[in-house]
């Protein structure tokens, strides 16, 4: 069951007899007892621990969509859970109860990988998200849970910010089939100033997801109103993605809603998403979404070679779905990257909570 003392990677100690954690590039350097910013990764006798492994903030059972992932299963129903901490701490956060919680009690359900994987099975899903909070803050559970999947013919899923060493990022990334990088604008200043971090290990991420990695991924961006929602900066952000990662890297818009520390800041106009995909599309990339708004033509996947939709999307609902077991559009053959399967129909919209026993 949950254990609080579980010996964690990626820590070095230092000559001053601090431990520095090397799992992400915020580089905490700890006395023993100290936690770092994450509040998960202690120092501990001479070591760092993680001291949510085996303890989540929940299990429910969503549809892949709401990932959001658009080309990996489309339709199949994805077990989700999280524990708690992250190792940013964005102004914005939409899932703050669970990432920035410091009550331990919060995470009232316990469970094994093994035990999260044979649930999986059970419930029918396709695959288990590491999500609600940063999987990257509990990399040994996540990864231990994801060899169990694997074990099971269960796919795995990270939803995450990116900020990752690159050494971590290897092993986290190897046990992952694929991943919704949360790329939370494209300034340093924005990441400095809203979410105590940088932009430059998040880009590196991407880069090695696309080059050297064989995990699917797709971009979220949240625009946020007079943050980073200005047409220069997603003109840039979006041109990069072509250059550096091609054009067939699905790019998600979503709209913020005010919560945590930003209540006062308005939320998103769906017109402010619709100019963001349109951008998206005349830089070149062809698979450009909107999300946290009720946008048909912005849910919808279009076939880059005939114009035609292939998967028609209300809200989290798929209403038609003409793409071929192989990836190819039913219509004139054209491929639609991504992971697909024969398709007999949606798990929907609904989440389910459940309980896992181990």
Excluded at 17 to 26: E, L, N
Excluded at 148 to 154: F, P, R, S, V, W
Excluded at 209 to 220: G, N, R
Aim: negative net charge.
């Amino acid at each position: 069951m949950g254990n609080e003392h579980f010996p964690a990677r990626y820590w070095h100690m230092l000559d001053n007899g601090q431990i520095q954690c090397d799992i992400c590039p915020r580089d905490c350097k700890l006395h023993d007892g100290q936690r770092g910013l994450c509040f998960v990764r202690k120092c501990e006798g001479e070591q760092i621990v993680l001291t949510t492994y085996g303890r989540s903030s929940g299990f429910c059972i969503d549809p892949i969509e709401k990932k959001p992932l658009n080309h990996f299963y489309p339709g199949s129903s994805v077990l989700s859970f999280g524990t708690a901490g992250c190792n940013l701490a964005c102004k914005f956060c939409q899932n703050w109860d669970i990432s920035k919680s410091r009550e331990f009690d919060r995470l009232c359900d316990q469970a094994e990988p093994a035990a999260i994987a044979k649930a999986a099975v059970e419930h029918g899903c396709k695959s288990v998200s590491f999500t609600y909070n940063d999987p990257i803050v509990f990399l040994e559970y996540a990864v231990d849970t994801a060899i169990a999947c694997h074990e099971l013919g269960i796919k795995t899923v990270a939803v995450t910010s990116g900020y990752i060493h690159p050494e971590a990022g290897v092993e986290f990334f190897t046990h992952m089939d694929a991943a919704n990088i949360d790329l939370k604008a494209f300034s340093d200043a924005f990441y400095h100033k809203l979410c105590a971090g940088h932009l430059q290990p998040v880009l590196d991420t991407l880069v090695y997801l696309k080059h050297e990695s064989d995990v699917w991924f797709e971009i979220t961006t949240l625009l946020i109103p007079g943050e980073n929602d200005s047409d220069e900066e997603i003109t840039a952000m979006c041109d990069w993605i072509a250059e550096q990662l091609g054009p067939d890297v699905p790019l998600h818009f979503t709209a913020f809603h005010p919560d945590w520390k930003m209540m006062d800041t308005p939320a998103t106009a769906s017109i402010a998403l619709s100019r963001a995909r349109d951008i998206g599309l005349k830089a070149g990339l062809h698979y450009v979404y909107t999300g946290n708004v009720h946008d048909q033509v912005g849910g919808t996947t279009f076939c880059p070679g005939c114009g035609e939709q292939v998967i028609m999307r209300d809200w989290y609902e798929i209403l038609e779905h003409h793409i071929s077991a192989e990836g190819k559009c039913n219509i004139c053959g054209t491929n639609i990257p991504g992971c697909y399967d024969e398709f007999h129909g949606a798990f929907g919209a609904r989440r389910i909570p459940i309980q896992v026993q181990s």
